[in-house]
């Protein structure tokens, strides 16, 4: 079955970076869009980061625009988000997500059908 695993997170304080990891298996890694989503309790989960299949096309939330990156390695099956001049509103639970191969969808958060089980990242003030 489809497992994605989430790894990285913790407590940092403002100003500080994280890197995060998503290791895939039980898919075709390279034939899906990977995306970083985050939640905060009451609150929708936000689509942060996403990349092509090839890594060719990312998508920024405008939050995160300019401190997050997102990154591949289809060798290793695995997705990243390095997190720079983290805030206190970047608190929340983050999760990693398998998508839509096609670039241009990639920020359509509804085409996201499988979860890893999420990773918390707490950044103090």
């Known amino acids: 079955q489809v497992q994605l695993v989430e790894s990285g997170g913790g407590l940092v304080q403002a100003g500080g970076s994280l890197r995060l990891s998503c290791a895939a298996s039980?898919?075709?890694?390279?034939?899906?869009?990977m995306g970083w989503f985050r939640q905060t309790p009451g609150k929708e989960r936000e689509l942060v980061a996403a990349?092509?299949?090839?890594?060719?096309?990312?998508y920024y939330a405008d939050s995160v625009k300019g401190r997050f990156t997102i990154s591949r390695d289809n060798a290793k099956n695995t997705v990243y988000l390095q997190m720079n001049s983290l805030k206190p509103e970047d608190t929340a639970a983050y999760y990693c997500a398998a998508g839509p191969l096609r670039p241009e969808f990639i920020s359509s958060a509804p085409l996201y059908d499988y979860w890893g089980q999420g990773t918390q990242v707490t950044v103090s003030s």
């Open positions: 990349i092509s299949w090839s890594g060719g096309t990312r």
């Open positions: 039980g898919l075709t890694f390279s034939s899906h869009g």
